[in-house]
Structure formats: C-alpha cells, structure tokens
C-alpha cells in the first residue's frame, strides 16, 4: 500500500477510535478530544512523513490549539 | 480518479463543520462534536496532500534514464534492427529487437520469443528488454474500458505530462498515433531508430499492453511540435495463418 494512504487510513483509525474510547469512558471534555487528534496528527506525521502540496498549516492550527488547551489547563490548576 | 485525495479531503471536511456545528449547538453531544472535528482534521490533512505523490517530472527523468541505458545496451550489442513489442508476460510489456537488420516480418510471426535478454526468434538472433514504460500502462485507473486514445492521453498526458495531447486512430491492422508537443526527445540514436522516440516508445508499450497483440512501429515523423506514428499490428489469426 502507499505511503499516502496509510498516512490517511492510520491517522482515521487514531482519531476514530480516541473518539470510541473516550466516549466508552465518558470523557465530556472537548479539549481532551482535540488534544488526542493532535498526538494522532503529530504522531502520524513523523512516522509516515507525508509530501504535502502546501506549508503544513493545519499542524499549526493543531499546535496553537492544542498550546491554548494546555494553558488553560495550567491556569486552572495553579488558580490564577 | 484526478486529485482523489482533494475531492475526499473537501468531502469530508464539509461534512465535518457541518456535522460538529450541529452537534454542538443542536444536538449538544460532545462525543458526536469530537467526531465532527476529527472528520475536520482528516479531511484537511487530505486536502493538502498532493494528487501524484511522486512528481511527475522525477518520473520523465526515471524514463529518460532507462531509456539512455537502453541506448547503452544496444550499443554494447551493435544492434541494428527495429523493436518488435510483445504483448503482456508477467504484467511487463517487452521489445524483441534483431541484432541484424531485419524485415520485422521475418520475426512477427514467430512463435515464441524466450523472455531472456539474448535470444532467436525466426532464425534472427536479438535482444529482449523492457521498454521504459513496460508495465505505466497498468498503473492507469480503469484503462481496460477506456479507448487507446484515452489510454494514450492518460499516460501521456496526464500522468507523465510528456506531451500536450495524444490521438490514436485503429485503422484495420495498423494504428495512426499523432502525440503533439512532445516534451522529452532524447538525441539517443540507436534506442530512436530502434525503438521510436521516447513518446513513440510509451505509445507503442500501451498499445500492446491494452491490445495484448505484437506491434511494430512502422513508420515515425518526428517534428519539432509533433510526431506522428504508424504502428502495424500483428494479429493472432495472421500468425497462425503463417505458421
């Protein structure tokens, strides 16, 4: 198989079973879900390594949001 | 299909927006609003892949250099004859070329021509090699319905890009093939005189891939814009006729 789909179908497969595990475990947080697609995202991406026609912008955006979930987690913690 | 990975990419991602705003605010499930997203991401990071993952013009240079080692074979072998393209074995689409000039109907109907790379056929003693695009043809989505036209276009044009368009009439046991703007004409003069230009020799492999027939180039102008090409077909009732 090539490289490029098994990049798309191990990516799908991380992102939809985060989504069965997480509701089997009543997870009721959209920043833990996010932050799951992001570990897929990123992790996917190193191994596979995908050729992309543009700058990988959507890793951006994932990092961002992902950066904006931990800052609130931590906020939270330290109750600032 | 053409950019398959754009056309699923903008699918699913249309649908992911679609589906997570409506679980958010409508439905009000979390789980269903995560799967929306992850459909979001998959879809985007599809979107951005590119539809050929590798490039079309590292391809036309792969071509290009099987085609100068070619040119090195047949030169290392003093061959003089033309190029008889055999159809399909093994998924591989091979040329029987005579080290002697030879009519190429003395060797068409012979009956079998060993998949070795020096051989006899009819009494002529040849080379047997893989063309540069000896099994391109078979990478073609679908190309077992399409016409010879549309499969010339197809490899030509849109997956090698090596031309600007590519027209194929049958005309009984003979094929009028016309590739305008050929990109890539190596000056590689034995593989051009035996084999046809490099456009001509990709033409001719698909031509006996999809026809599973033996095919001979008969005759090729080369312009600076076009070339246009008569390719005689060997057919089996022939054959057996001769034999």
Redesign the interface.
């Known amino acids: 198989m090539e490289k490029t789909n098994l990049y798309l179908l191990s990516l799908s497969f991380l992102i939809f079973a985060s989504v069965v595990a997480m509701s089997a475990l009543g997870q009721d947080s959209l920043g833990v879900y996010i932050s799951l697609f992001v570990i897929s995202y990123f992790a996917t991406s190193a191994i596979f390594s995908p050729r992309r026609i543009t700058f990988d912008f959507l890793g951006l955006a994932l990092f961002v949001v992902f950066a904006i979930i931990v800052a609130l987690r931590v906020i939270e913690i330290l109750g600032i | 299909m053409k950019n398959s ?1 754009q056309l699923l990419g903008s699918i699913l991602a249309g649908f992911g927006i679609i589906f997570s705003i409506l679980s958010y605010f409508v439905i009000g499930s ?2 269903l ?3 929306g ?2 459909c979001l ?2 879809g ?3 979107i ?3 539809p050929n ?1 590798v490039p079309k013009s590292m391809v036309r240079e792969m071509l290009r250099n099987s085609a100068t080692n070619i040119e090195a074979l047949l030169e290392e072998f003093q061959v003089e004859g033309r190029a008889l393209y055999l159809p399909p074995k093994e998924g591989y689409v091979s040329a029987f070329i005579t080290i002697e000039e030879r009519p190429i109907t003395e060797i068409a109907y012979a009956n079998e021509i060993p998949l070795r790379l020096l051989s006899v056929a009819s009494g002529s003693k040849g080379v047997t090699i893989f063309p540069p695009a000896s099994e391109i043809a078979k990478a073609v989505e679908a190309y077992e319905e399409s016409s010879y036209e549309q499969l010339l276009n197809s490899v030509l044009v849109e997956q090698l890009e090596m031309a600007a368009s590519a027209k194929a009439v049958e005309k009984g046991n003979a094929f009028a093939v016309e590739i305008d703007k050929p990109k890539i004409v190596p000056k590689l003069p034995r593989f051009n005189r035996s084999l046809g230009t490099l456009p001509s020799s990709i033409a001719a492999s698909c031509l006996a891939f999809k026809s599973k027939k033996r095919i001979a180039i008969e005759d090729e102008k080369v312009f600076d814009d076009k070339i246009i090409l008569t390719l005689r077909v060997f057919e089996k009732d022939e054959m057996n006729k001769e034999d």
């Open positions: 990975y979390i789980p609003t995560a799967l997203i992850g991401i998959i985007v990071a599809s951005m892949l590119p993952p």
